[in-house]
């Protein structure tokens, strides 16, 4: 491992082994310049999107490995899904200028085959530079030209959009691996394509109804992969879900514990639902201060009288009877759900003190009685 402009850069054995395999089955002054422009531009495409993500407010690293590199990222604060796409756009962006600069340096005219087939070095850098930035720009998973279209399509479509994708990804790859079989011309290409298919059949064996984020989270974190864990807890809490994504969260103690603690601070925010879980959580392991002041940002951000409910039990447990009893009257006066606040009065443990209390029970009383529903 070493660091560049900022960023931790893992150099997996298989990346190495892959430009090792270029040289011995390519061969010759053509062989080298192969391998060593696609190691340095695998590294460029990787860190315009590690530099892209940190402009977004994301901490990212860079790892290399056997006929790929990727570009991992944490975000600290929540990023639209216009930078996420950006974020997909960056690494095969500055790929694609990068290398075209160097041949334009050298005198090689990219679009002209005479001019930058005129030697090892600018043919091996046309190929490592444009020729793979642009593949990668194609509206396939899992390109990065399939993630911008995801995100765009999840916009419309949220929680459905990857499968989508993934099924059109297929039906193209599936088309052009017939193409290049059958085509002289192109059958050499038959492998990259046949390589790009097998991802996507690997992600669709992997593509699977809605998890809790929290579970997947609990058994990566069980199984020691802690990064893992807070990758898709910050994913699942700085984006919106959709309510597609509302699965249930089905955590022990113990295991909220273990994975709060992978959760970075600042706490992320960004999708209600997972808010509300993550208040859940807080009040769970005893944090409930933190479960307070979180929950309160969350209320201020989405209205919601589920999480000003979540509030009045933080406020509650800390035996602040005041704050308590006002979130509780504003959770009240949301009355959505009314069923879902008149459940929390009935059996949060943090409001055992203070169900008998004379304000309290006139509330829960309130909830019995037909009112407007707010929106």
């Known amino acids: 491992m070493f660091r560049l402009l900022g960023f931790d850069v893992h150099v997996r054995p298989g990346f190495i082994m892959f430009m090792l395999l270029i040289v011995v089955l390519v061969g010759g002054d053509y062989g080298l310049w192969l391998a060593g422009s ?145 085509s002289d011309r192109y059958r050499g290409f038959a492998l990259v394509v046949g390589f790009v298919l097998v991802m996507q059949l690997q992600m669709l064996g992997s593509s699977k109804p809605p998890v809790s984020p929290w579970r997947q989270a609990a058994d990566a974190v069980a199984a020691g992969r802690t990064g893992k864990a807070r990758r898709i807890l910050v994913s699942a809490l700085s984006q919106p879900q959709g309510r597609g994504h509302q699965a249930r969260f089905d955590l022990t103690a113990d295991e909220a514990a273990a994975v709060l603690d992978v959760i970075p601070e600042p706490l992320p925010s960004g999708d209600s639902w997972n808010e509300y879980i993550l208040t859940n959580l807080l009040l769970v392991v005893g944090r409930y201060e933190d479960a307070a002041h979180y929950a309160a940002d969350s209320y201020h951000r989405h209205p919601h009288a589920l999480i000003a409910a979540a509030v009045a039990r933080a406020a509650a447990a800390l035996g602040d009877r005041a704050t308590a009893l006002g979130w509780l009257r504003t959770a009240v006066e949301r009355r959505s759900p009314a069923s879902g606040v008149a459940s929390v009065i009935d059996s949060s443990p943090e409001l055992a003190r203070l169900r008998h209390d004379p304000e309290v029970v006139a509330l829960r009383r309130s909830l019995d009685d037909p009112a407007p529903v707010e929106g």
Do not use: C
Not at 46 to 57: P, S, Y
Not at 63 to 84: D, K
Not at 103 to 125: E, R
């Open 38 to 182: 696609l190691a340095v531009f695998t590294l460029i495409h990787e860190l315009g999107h590690a530099v892209a993500a940190r402009r977004a407010g994301a901490k990212a690293e860079i790892s290399l490995n056997f006929l790929a590199g990727y570009a991992s990222y944490v975000p600290t604060r929540p990023i639209s899904r216009a930078q996420q796409a950006w974020i997909s756009f960056a690494g095969p962006a500055i790929q694609i200028v990068v290398s075209v600069a160097i041949l334009v340096a050298m005198g090689a005219n990219p679009i002209d085959p005479d001019s930058f087939d005129s030697s090892a070095a600018s043919l091996a850098i046309w190929w490592a530079g444009p020729v793979i930035g642009l593949f990668n720009l194609l509206p396939i998973l899992p390109l990065d030209g399939g993630h911008i279209v995801q995100n765009g399509l999840d916009r419309i479509l949220p929680g459905r959009a990857e499968r989508i994708v993934l099924w059109m990804s297929i039906a193209v790859t599936g088309a052009a691996a017939v193409a290049v079989i059958v």
